[in-house]
């Protein structure tokens, strides 16, 4: 079982860019697949990017293809989404999430994932 922390959200301005962090802890992350999910409130929780577990396949939602970049550092059990060009419409609540999984595809899924973190508040003032 792994535990999940995320970090690095804050306030930005348009335009501007932030990093986040999702830290594991108790088992390796090495064998997990490993999504970023964001949510407004009201709304339902959305898929923003996804990493296999050997960071060699990536999958982003449409609205976040080349402005944000999902990468990985087994040695260190963490998980990165590094956000460019923040827009306004990019303020959520940013969630990491695992599933112990090998095979492709990445999962995009919100139920195909079992570990979810506390979630870290991304706002983006225009």
């Known amino acids: 079982q792994v535990q999940l922390d995320e970090s690095g959200g804050g306030l930005a301005q348009a335009g501007g860019s932030l990093r986040l962090s999702c830290a594991a802890s108790g088992d390796t992350l090495y064998m997990y697949a490993v999504a970023w999910f964001r949510q407004i409130p009201g709304k339902e929780r959305e898929f923003v990017a996804a990493?296999?577990?050997?960071?060699?396949?990536?999958s982003y939602a449409d609205f976040v293809k080349d402005r944000f970049t999902i990468s990985r550092d087994n040695a260190k059990k963490t998980v990165y989404l590094q956000m460019n060009s923040l827009k306004p419409e990019d303020t959520a609540l940013y969630y990491c999430?695992?599933?112990?999984?090998?095979?492709?595809?990445?999962?995009?899924?919100?139920?195909?994932?079992?570990?979810w973190g506390q979630g870290t508040q991304v706002t983006v003032s225009s």
């Open positions: 990493i296999n577990w050997a960071g060699s396949i990536m």
């Open positions: 999430a695992a599933q112990r999984r090998l095979s492709l595809p990445v999962p995009r899924a919100r139920d195909e994932y079992d570990y």
